[in-house]
């Protein structure tokens, strides 16, 4: 893994890390790369000091280290209110499909595999299911997906 310092045109450092900086400059020639302060594609290497680790016989040099590098500003309040916003956008969305999908428990797995296979009717379902059941879907072609937003099932609810 290889961290950046990346800088928005509006002037926000931001850290990022990629397997190697060929996976940078893939993410960047792809526009896959946003400020996650403001939302700008326009992304570019910032300036940073190389983390060079010192020899254990040196003694304490922290003093001598500068401090992390600080955005140039910080987030105003607005961009909370629209985090916020989206956020409950989002809540109503899982919502709605919640509403209209049948949970399945713990059979969730079994369940997927069956409608996918036939051996049961095409509906949308949620659930819970291990990793090891998911890898096992996904290598077998049936599509699911996590929940963008946690679900409490109404039978562990308070």
Known sequence: MIVFDLRCD??????A???SS???ADQKARKLLNC?????????KAVMAPNVGTKGN???RAAATQPPAVPASLPAVPEAER?????????KAQARVLAESEWVGRGFARE?????????DRRSIHGEA?????????DDGIGVAPLPLPLIPDDKRN
């Open 130 to 138: 291990s990793l090891a059941e998911v890898k096992s879907l996904l």
């Open 17 to 19: 890390w990629f397997g």
């Open 10 to 15: 509006g002037g926000h450092v931001f850290e």
């Open 112 to 120: 997927a595999r069956a409608i996918h296979d036939g051996d049961s």
């Open 22 to 24: 060929g996976d940078y």
């Open 83 to 91: 985090v916020k916003r989206a956020l409950a956008e989002l809540a």
């Open 58 to 60: 040196k003694g304490n």
């Open 36 to 44: 996650p302060i403001c939302g700008d594609a326009a992304i570019e």
